[in-house]
């Protein structure tokens, strides 16, 4: 459902990015993987149209959606997580999944002034469909809080669940794990392959810690310096020479 | 930590004598035909330098005396106060609320006309903070020229009647729905630009539809403005001695009872409060809708909101049209209660006035830009006497406003969404 071929990121002298290829099937979770710097955040900022990519084409569901606005992206099923958590923070909890609905509400100033039944329709169920979401992440008890008070592992959990109440085609996360404890990131490779087996979601997950990713995902693309460096299984990455060299080797 | 607060002190106090110094001690005289400039006398050097040295002093020990008022119980009745419960909280606003509003409704028949001509221009400003609190409160834009919008109410009405003859009520929807369409308009290229640039272009703006007024004679009479605009009417009835439109009738021969110059007056401050709170109320229920949310998760965080799919240029643009349409709004009402307009009415001092309310109000409160409202209009009525040191005071308290309580005086609280939990 996504094809990245040969995309290319300069930013002035410095190539962030440089040929990167990238395939993704639907029910996949795809990992990117890299040391920091190697441009993995980089490859998302492209994708999802926050940056303009200087060379390559990104095809999803056969569009070219490179160098599109980030609103038209994320509207056709593209959504992201940021790797330093992005919410609403003054807003509460559930006011946060009810922003990223807006598509699935009746935003009819009028109907809106005059509660038509369609309105609270809609607005009940934007309510219900976050309830759901919340449970399903575990924070249905922090419904009213201010986003901005939750723990750390909590706000993470929030920004996905933020993401699938979109509806999205295709999820992707940027370092979800970073600075969450082993029972933490145990419980979020859970709901990731959840996500997968129970919401049809294609994943592209991004991690420089390369152990996290061995056991959830489908196909591991490795990268370096903003090159890629090589890609497959992980059985096969794992066992491939450069990697081991380049990666692997210094820890 | 002592040499940070000390340089910090040092420049406050010279920062005041630079302010003060020439405000207070220089003067233009006429001496003859020549203008010369005067320095001050010996008193007011003093104070000057008595200004300085309390600011100074204040700088210097201000976490201290901050601390200690903020922890005196006695000045501070808030300080160990657990918030409400939300149920109850909004149950004690809605009966402060019905209370305030039966005291507007009978309160103008036991004071003077003068009082009620200020409070309807104080319901006038409301209405305009109420919709810049939109534009700079809930969506984070800040707009320098808003009183244009005003301006384009106040001159719809004014013009339409002037050559077509159509009445307030007719005026009001066609004047706000104009301001609308010229926010809409001016929005589309400029909300683009970020923070200062906004604030700059917007300041332009403001300033061209002035000049445009000023300079348009043929069609607005340039300086010497507008004249003629009638009152509303009220099912027909007209309020004042004689009825100058054909087809209505006067109240006061309607009603049998004897003319009196306060009915207009009245009628005009009660249609005012209507309005006023018609406008509170559409902007309340917009908070809570999508549409109000989108302007405050882009505030919150702008990137965020669009990788969710909010099109940034059309969630500000709502919040800058809504906000010009009651612009429009109070300009229609400030017409028709003057009678007459010039583009005097018009200054970029009107934008700035409305937007210390909004900021003095606490950014996205409502009540707390009413409370504003009513402070900022009616203290300088009543300290007429010091009307030289108005803009200064006024100054002052912002500065003290932005130290001491930079949310405002009633900061917004979120309402709280009640979620089914699902078993
Ligand atoms: N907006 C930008 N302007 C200039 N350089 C950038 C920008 N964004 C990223 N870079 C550079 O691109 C390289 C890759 O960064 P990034 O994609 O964040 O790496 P990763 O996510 O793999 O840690 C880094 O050297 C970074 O400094
Ligand atoms: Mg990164």
Excluded at chain 1, 49 to 74: H, M, W
Excluded at chain 1, 127 to 146: C, F, P, Q, S, T
Excluded at chain 2, 30 to 49: P, Q, Y
Excluded at chain 2, 288 to 300: D, I
Aim: hydrophobic share 50%.
């Amino acid at each position: 459902m996504l094809e990245v071929r040969n995309l290319s990121m300069r930013f002035g002298g410095l190539l962030a990015v440089d040929q990167v290829s990238l395939d993704v099937q639907e029910r996949e979770i795809v990992s990117i993987i890299g040391p920091n710097g190697a441009g993995k955040t980089t490859v998302f900022n492209c994708m999802s149209g926050f940056y303009r990519p200087t060379g390559g084409t990104i095809l999803f569901e056969g569009r070219e959606i490179q160098g599109k606005p980030d609103f038209r992206i994320s509207r056709l099923g593209l959504v992201r997580t940021f790797q330093h958590v992005r919410l609403f923070s003054k807003m509460t909890v559930v006011e946060n999944l009810l922003v990223a609905q807006h598509r699935h509400l009746n935003t009819n100033l009028i109907a809106g002034l005059l509660r038509t039944p369609s309105y609270r329709q809609r607005e009940q169920q934007a309510l219900d469909r976050a309830a759901y979401w919340l449970d399903r992440v575990g924070l249905l008890d922090m419904a009213n809080r201010e986003a901005g008070n939750l723990a750390y592992g909590q706000q993470r959990r929030l920004e996905i669940a933020r993401c699938m109440v979109t509806e999205p085609k295709l999820l992707m996360l940027d370092e979800p794990a970073a600075g969450l404890n082993p029972a933490e990131t145990r419980d979020l490779n859970q709901l990731i392959i959840g996500l997968k087996e129970d919401y049809n979601v294609s994943v592209v997950l991004i991690e420089h810690d390369m152990s996290l990713v061995m056991e959830i995902s489908d196909r591991i693309n490795v990268i370096n310096q903003g090159r890629p460096l090589a890609s497959g299984t992980p059985d096969e990455v794992r066992q491939n020479d450069d990697v081991i060299k380049a990666y692997l080797g210094e820890a | 930590m002592a040499t940070h607060s000390l340089k910090h002190a040092l420049f406050c106090a010279v920062v005041t004598l630079i302010i003060a110094y020439p405000i207070l001690g220089l003067d233009l005289e006429a001496r003859g035909t020549s203008v010369v400039l005067a320095g001050a006398d010996t008193a007011t050097v003093v104070s000057v330098l008595a200004a300085a040295l309390v600011v100074f002093v204040f700088q210097l020990f201000r976490h201290r005396i901050l601390g200690s008022l903020g922890t005196m119980p006695s000045l501070n009745p808030f300080a160990n106060r657990e918030p409400m419960p939300q149920d109850k909280r909004q149950r004690l606003e809605t009966i402060a609320l019905v209370v305030l509003v039966v005291a507007a409704l009978i309160w103008p028949f036991f004071v003077s006309r003068g009082a009620v001509d200020l409070a309807t221009l104080v319901l006038i400003y409301i209405m305009l903070a109420l919709g810049l609190n939109v534009v700079v409160g809930l969506a984070g834009l800040l707009d320098l020229g808003y009183v244009a919008f005003y301006a384009v109410g106040a001159y719809t009405f004014a013009l339409l009647h002037q050559y077509f003859g159509v009445s307030f009520w007719v005026a009001l929807p066609v004047g706000a729905g104009l301001a609308a369409t010229f926010g809409l308009l001016l929005g589309f290229p400029v909300l683009r630009l970020r923070g200062d640039y906004l604030a700059i272009v917007t300041l332009g703006f403001g300033e061209i539809i002035r000049i445009l007024l000023n300079n348009m004679t043929w069609l607005t009479g340039g300086p010497n403005g507008i004249g003629g605009i009638p009152d509303p009417t009220v099912f027909g009835m007209e309020f004042g001695r004689r009825v100058k439109e054909e087809g209505n009738v006067s109240f006061h021969e309607i009603f049998d009872v004897a003319y009196s110059g306060s009915h207009k007056i009245i009628v005009l401050y009660l249609i005012a409060l209507v309005l006023a709170l018609f406008t509170a109320l559409v902007i309340r229920r917009f908070t809570k809708m999508p549409v109000g949310r989108s302007w405050e998760a882009l505030r919150e965080d702008e990137i965020a909101a669009r990788s969710l799919g909010l099109s940034r240029t059309a969630v500000k643009l709502s919040a800058f049209t809504i906000g010009a349409f009651f612009a429009g709004f109070a300009g229609t009402v400030f017409a028709s209660k003057q009678g007459f307009i010039s583009p005097e009415s018009f200054v970029f001092l009107e934008s700035a006035i409305i937007l210390a309310i909004v900021v003095l109000g606490g950014m996205g409160s409502q009540l707390g830009v009413i409370l504003a409202a009513v402070a900022v209009i009616i203290l300088p009525e009543l300290a007429r006497e010091f009307s030289e040191y108005r803009m200064l005071i006024f100054g002052a308290a912002m500065v003290l406003m932005m130290v001491w309580r930079p949310q405002g005086l009633l900061p917004m609280r979120r309402i709280h969404i009640e979620i089914n939990k699902q078993e």
